[in-house]
């Protein structure tokens, strides 16, 4: 079956630090969705990417879809600690109906 | 602030009891999950209604049993838990199946502990 991965796992910055997490899939994505998670609280959306090489933003956060629409890659410059949280990239899969998620990249940011 | 709303948030159950949680959602969205999570994995598929009918079983246990009375609700109901069913289960709705690129909005979820 289709899988979502990303990289890093964990990754602890010191605020003011740039962060990067990767998301890739073994199968070509019609679209690419992003979701924070701080802890003890629910997946929130943050953003979805539909077109081949494109780049949103959103303040200090930059969402990259890969050429291939197999990978993608969020950006958060100058962190703070309200990124804190665990941050999933999201595909649909196949004809289902069915929303699969990165193995999530969890970001600590102390002071 | 999410406008799905799931109730209970927390809940204690012994594995004999029988116990269901609620979704609601008035966004008048026609696609409704529910979603497992264990702790520091993704969430996990378990149901998708569309138009209120069952379209994807991710070959859940019959203990769970997700029914759907209408398309603002969406309910689980809960038998003969086993404990390693503890989690936090997320109810999640968008406008129609993801085929359509629609995005979901999850609910806080109901953290659910079986002893």
């Known amino acids: 079956g289709q899988q979502v991965m990303q990289i890093p796992q964990y990754q602890h910055v010191q605020e003011g630090e740039d962060f990067t997490t990767y998301c890739n899939s073994s199968?070509?994505?019609?679209?690419i969705q992003w979701y924070k998670q701080r802890p003890g609280g629910h997946p929130v959306f943050l953003i979805q990417?539909?077109?081949?090489?494109e780049v949103k933003k959103q303040k200090r956060l930059t969402f990259q879809f890969g050429e291939a629409k197999k990978n993608s890659s969020l950006h958060i410059t100058a962190t703070q600690t309200t990124d804190v949280g665990t941050y999933f990239c999201?595909?649909?899969?196949?004809?289902?109906?069915?929303?699969?998620f990165g193995t999530g990249t969890r970001l600590q940011v102390t002071l | 602030d999410t406008e799905v709303t799931q109730t209970p948030k927390h809940l204690v159950m012994g594995m004999t009891n029988k116990k269901s949680l609620k979704c609601e959602q008035h966004?008048?969205?026609?696609?409704m999950y529910w979603y497992k999570q264990k702790a520091k994995k993704p969430p996990e598929l378990m149901f998708v209604?569309?138009?209120?009918?069952?379209?994807i079983n991710e070959s859940v246990p019959s203990r769970f049993s997700p029914e759907c009375p209408n398309s603002s609700l969406l309910n689980l109901h809960l038998h003969a838990l086993q404990p390693e069913d503890s989690a936090l289960y997320l109810c999640?709705?968008?406008?129609?199946?993801?085929?359509?690129?629609?995005?979901?909005?999850f609910g806080e979820g109901s953290w659910l502990t079986v002893v």
């Open positions: 990417l539909v077109k081949s090489g």
């Open positions: 199968t070509t994505l019609s679209n």
């Open positions: 209604y569309s138009y209120e009918k069952l379209s």
């Open positions: 999640a709705s968008s406008h129609h199946i993801l085929n359509s690129g629609n995005t979901i909005y």
């Open positions: 999201a595909g649909p899969t196949g004809t289902a109906s069915k929303l699969t």
């Open positions: 966004m008048g969205h026609r696609a």
